[in-house]
């Protein structure tokens, strides 16, 4: 037997509490109505909500966002100082350069670049140049310095000898198949507004043989008279030679980037 009751509000008989149905019951809120709630609501589980997402406003406060994270405190915020956030992952096609564009931007100061394993079609050096929007920038505001040790103990540098209209990040990469080029670099200040823009690193490679294991310090910078907000790097080869074809899922041949959080 169904039945219809129709009113415009219910109160207690007695006290403060009203009850709706008994313990086993299904209270059905039809699709299309709305349960409106002035006040609180106690003892609902989360267990039953058991479809759609909860926005996130609704977790904390601040701003949810792709570089924040929610704290303990149900607060939005950054990682701490020196967290590094993903920007790009892309691998050397069998060309003789890599472009990487959008990269660089207000949202950090300084970027970490990883390149892994990358092999030349001849013995080669690694050189860049800083783009804006694609453009590259090949005006003669570049200088870098180059120096190592070879597995021989014998030292070996490559330097600019003043400026010049490129950059260096490996010298001599050798083109055997077993031989590779990785290295950690550090850019300051690409796209912020100081004239000067600064990489610095630390790599290892097959310098000219691939028995030959030679680890560098480099040193590169850019300098104009004007600001220049950089948004991209061009990566490419000394002497027009090819790159071997690289991989961003195997790990070779292919170059990462990372915005530095609070640096």
């Keep these: 037997m169904t039945s219809e009751l129709k009113v415009d509000k219910i109160t207690p008989a007695s006290g403060t509490n009203t009850q709706i149905g ?72 069998s060309g003789t350069e890599l472009v990487i564009n959008n990269c660089f931007s207000a949202t950090y100061l300084n970027y970490m670049m990883i390149i892994s394993l990358l092999v030349p079609q001849s013995d080669a050096s690694l050189n860049y140049r800083f783009n804006v929007g694609g453009t590259v920038d090949s005006t003669s505001n570049y200088r870098y310095t180059l120096a190592g040790t070879q597995n021989s103990s014998s030292g070996t540098t490559s330097q600019s000898n003043g400026t010049t209209d490129e950059g260096r990040l490996f010298y001599d990469i050798d083109a055997d198949s077993e031989a590779g080029a990785s290295g950690v670099f550090y850019i300051h200040n690409p796209f912020g507004g100081f004239q000067r823009k600064q990489i610095h690193g630390n790599t290892m490679l097959q310098k000219g043989t691939a028995s030959n294991t030679t680890q560098y310090q480099v040193a590169s910078d850019y300098h104009n008279s004007s600001v220049k907000n950089f948004t991209g790097i061009n990566l490419f080869s000394s002497g027009a030679t090819n790159w071997r074809a690289g991989s961003t899922s195997g790990g070779y041949g292919r170059v990462s980037i990372f915005g530095i959080v609070n640096s």
């Design 22 to 93: 008994e313990s086993g019951d299904t209270i059905t809120i039809p699709s299309g109505a709305t349960l409106a709630n002035a006040g609180s609501v106690t003892g609902l589980p989360a267990s039953s909500i058991s479809s759609g997402t909860i926005a996130t406003a609704r977790l904390g406060s601040g701003t949810a966002s792709s570089s924040t994270f929610l704290r303990g405190d149900q607060t939005y915020a950054e990682p701490g100082g020196g967290g590094l956030i993903p920007i790009t992952t892309v691998a050397f096609s």
